[in-house]
């Protein structure tokens, strides 16, 4: 590539090896933005939107391993019940996924009746 770079008339100027130093900067600099900074971003926003779809009744597992059931949802924090009668408040950046959604009556009569208009 730095011969094909090289060849550029412009290049051929006194400034050449400026041009190709910033040339292969700009390169290094893109890579970094497509390959890292991107998908992170999009990582974090997929992670922030999950929390804040959280609600009661969704079995979550926390950064630590500990698997719940979310029983209330507060500003900041979220209560699991991990055993019959334990319960522990978690900040909402402490769940790590959501292993399953609890769905409401509504939306599994609206469910229910979308397939059967599939059909």
């Known amino acids: 590539m730095i011969n094909l770079i090289g060849n550029l008339p412009l ?27 991107k998908p992170q971003n999009r990582k974090q926003k997929e992670a922030q939107r999950m929390i804040s779809e959280l609600k009661k009744f ?38 790590a996924s959501v292993v399953e959604k609890h769905e409401s009556k509504s939306e599994k009569i609206d469910a229910s009746s979308g397939e059967e208009k599939d059909n």
């Open 11 to 37: 290049v051929q100027t006194g400034a050449g090896q400026m041009t190709t130093t910033f040339i292969t900067f700009g390169l290094i600099i893109a890579v970094f933005y497509f390959f890292i900074i």
């Open 58 to 95: 969704d079995k979550v597992v926390t950064i630590g391993g500990i698997r719940g059931v979310v029983q209330a949802v507060k500003d900041n924090t979220v209560v699991l019940k991990v055993d019959d009668n334990t319960k522990i408040e978690f900040t909402k950046t402490a769940i």
